[in-house]
């Protein structure tokens, strides 16, 4: 299969360590924009033409961060037909903290239950939005390394973006993205090749342990991101034309050399100024660029300018953003399918991205490309690093695969339900008040998620979750029954394609029933 070791290969460095197999969620619901704008009181295109958001995806009280990372990785081994026992580390990069002890990793692992593999290193990884892109190195770290036993790697990034209400709610989202990591993979990272960031600063923090909502400056945090993206790509373009001196290449890197470049994406409208800045950054660097002719053309009065000066500098981010009009439409639009319609999923988000591009081109167009990513999060961390795309676009290759798997992203988009900015404010208000609480039995539909969707079905009295399944099959009745004030144990409608873990409730005693959306 894809990503297997040759059983002659143990003792040899793994090759073409990359991701095999994408899976992504989001939720079933999302509210307007436009309709969000004329609601809120604020002027006609603040968030769809001066943040590019078209759509915001949420989260009833039905889910959380551990029913998003339960659903989104049963759909990856579903879909993938792989066993649990095929896989050796799971890592969780989340900053949506509902405990501050036990992880989002432990909870996934009912899946394994059935399968009896606990052999499975990896727990969760926390620093904003960044804790994906943490999880994903330590899993290509883990293949490439000694102590890889020929497994698979699993990493989940998953978060519920909320905020208090005010000019940041509309920067919301949420969804949960799973990505499977082996050899032989289709989507390679380049070896070496990783520019990182790091720096102390308070852009975005949660200090309230009992709120989900963040505390945010926004004009520093984008100033965090832009400095932290010039640093990362300066370190990137250092590595790499050090890589191409020892191969006796002679020649500058530029975003010309990435076939498509992705960022992650608070909002649309920064990816678009954040390309613009890498145009900024090949500008100042080039030894003498062509102001008269080529991409270049008309910017030689910013010639003397000092990149940290310029992070609110509307003039330069006007004439670069022109100048880089063309660049964006070919190598970054296309990634922001997601993000333009379910919003900022945080620690997914560059993820979501990545999944954009791959379910909008062939592969025969991706074959043999290289694809910039930009990770960051707040406080802040960042990575600026590449995948190359595998040569071999045949019908059935682990790249047609992967992208097969991935063609129905938009239709899925299109398969939500569209909800009033009235709803999405009571939902937004329910959460904020029970999202806390223990001995609770959500208010959510469960009707109205996606089928095979995992839900919370009651926190007890000790804020143990339970959880349950909906249907995969629409024509099945819900998993109904009802709770009492001590024990619950459920049944689950087992899988179409193989029998299903059961979830074990928190007491022992025969299994039983879920909660329906009737008995509350």
Not at 245 to 256: A, C, D, I, T
Request: hydrophobic share 35%; glycine share 8%.
């Amino acid at each position: 299969m894809p990503g297997s070791v040759p059983a002659s290969g143990e003792a040899t460095w793994p090759k073409d360590v990359g991701i095999i197999a994408m899976e992504i969620y989001f939720p079933s619901q999302y509210v307007d924009q436009a309709e969000l704008e004329q609601f809120d009181g604020v002027s006609a295109g603040k968030y769809t033409v001066g943040l590019g958001q078209a759509r915001m995806g949420f989260c009833s009280d039905r889910e959380d961060i551990n029913s998003l990372c339960l659903t989104v990785v049963q759909r990856l081994m579903e879909r993938n037909c792989l066993s649990y026992d095929s896989v050796g580390r799971l890592e969780v990069g989340t900053e949506t903290i509902i405990d501050k002890s036990k992880s989002v990793k432990t909870v996934i692992m009912q899946l394994f239950e059935e399968s009896g593999n606990t052999d499975v290193e990896g727990i969760d990884t926390t620093n904003a939005c960044y804790g994906g892109t943490a999880a994903l190195f330590n899993a290509v770290n883990w293949v490439e390394s000694s102590s890889w036993d020929g497994r698979y790697a699993v990493v989940v990034a998953g978060d519920i973006a909320v905020y208090a209400t005010g000019g940041a709610r509309p920067t919301g989202g949420a969804g949960a993205v799973a990505m499977l990591v082996g050899p032989n993979a289709p989507l390679v990272f380049d070896r070496g090749l990783r520019g990182t960031h790091m720096q102390h600063a308070y852009d975005f923090y949660k200090p309230d342990m009992v709120s989900e909502y963040p505390v945010v400056d926004g004009k520093l945090s984008i100033e965090c991101y832009l400095s932290a993206l010039d640093r990362c790509y300066s370190v990137y373009r250092n590595k790499i034309h050090a890589q191409w001196q020892r191969e006796g290449v002679e020649k500058r890197f530029s975003l010309e050399d990435f076939g498509y470049m992705v960022f992650h994406s608070p909002y649309c409208k920064l990816v678009q100024k954040s390309l613009a800045r890498l145009m900024l950054n090949d500008f100042l660097s080039h030894p003498n660029p062509n102001t008269e002719t080529g991409p270049f053309s008309g910017l030689e009065a910013f010639r003397q300018i000092k990149p940290e000066e310029t992070y609110f500098d509307r003039d330069v981010e006007k004439a670069f953003m022109k100048a880089s009009t063309q660049l964006f439409e070919d190598k970054t639009k296309a990634s922001l399918l997601v993000s333009n319609q379910n919003g900022n999923m945080y620690t997914p988000s560059v993820y979501g991205c990545l999944a954009s591009v791959l379910a909008q081109y062939t592969s025969e167009q991706l074959a043999g490309q290289r694809i910039g990513l930009f990770s960051y999060g707040s406080g802040f961390a960042a990575t600026l690093y590449s995948l190359r795309v595998s040569q071999d676009s045949t019908p059935g290759s682990v790249l047609d695969k992967l992208l097969s798997s991935l063609c129905d992203l938009k239709a899925r988009l299109d398969s939500r339900r569209k909800v009033s900015p009235a709803v999405f404010a009571e939902n937004m208000k329910l959460r904020e008040e029970t999202h806390h609480l223990a001995n609770y039995i959500p208010q959510g539909s469960v009707d109205e998620l996606f089928p095979g969707t995992w839900y919370l079905s009651r926190v007890d009295e000790k804020h143990r979750r339970e959880y349950a399944k909906r249907s995969l099959n629409d024509d099945l009745p819900l998993e109904a029954g009802r709770v009492n004030s001590t024990t619950t144990t459920e049944q689950h409608i087992p899988s179409p394609a193989k029998k299903m873990p059961r979830i074990p409730g928190t007491t022992g005693g025969p299994e039983a029933v879920a909660i329906s959306n009737g008995d509350h």
